[in-house]
């Protein structure tokens, strides 16, 4: 499947066509559009590299409510920082309680659509935040625009 948006696409116009009319992916979007650049500043393109995202990822209209709901249990942060891993490639995952042991993973198409498929299986969201913040140190999923 080819992609459905492009990077001069008017934002409000991308939105739609990724979310397929579905509201909570229409709420997802326009999430990632409002907080992006607060949480990852360092990324230029922030106002629609997350929409390119999801699109280059194929994640369209209920699918995009579910990984914002079921899998980041709507914590923006996490997702763009799945988001974020995906484009990354490959990604060096501490565990928190054994720090000498560690693996790289990709987090791949296939994985992030079988996380949505089962309510966020596969997915260790905090090694995945984590990773994210060690590769962009001003990486902040905490923080949130101001409105």
């Not at 934002?11 to 990632?32: F, H, M």
């Not at 790289?104 to 949505?116: D, N, Q, V, Y």
Request: glycine share 8%; net charge negative.
């Amino acid at each position: 499947m080819g992609a459905k948006i492009h990077f001069l696409m008017p934002l409000g116009e991308a939105i739609l066509v990724l979310s397929d009319g579905n509201p909570g992916a229409v709420v997802a979007c326009r999430q990632l559009l409002l907080h992006g650049y607060v949480i990852d500043p360092s990324d230029c393109y922030n106002d629609i590299i997350n929409l390119l995202i999801l699109d280059d990822l194929e994640i369209y209209g209920g699918k995009i409510a579910k990984l914002w709901h079921d899998v980041c249990k709507e914590d923006i942060g996490k997702m763009i920082a799945v988001l974020r891993a995906h484009s990354f490639g490959q990604l060096h995952l501490r565990y928190h309680s054994y720090p000498e042991f560690a693996e790289f993973a990709s987090i791949t198409k296939e994985l992030i659509h079988h996380a949505i498929d089962n309510w966020g299986q596969g997915l260790d969201l905090d090694k995945i935040m984590a990773a994210v913040r060690a590769k962009r140190p001003d990486f902040r999923p905490e923080l949130h625009a101001p409105w």
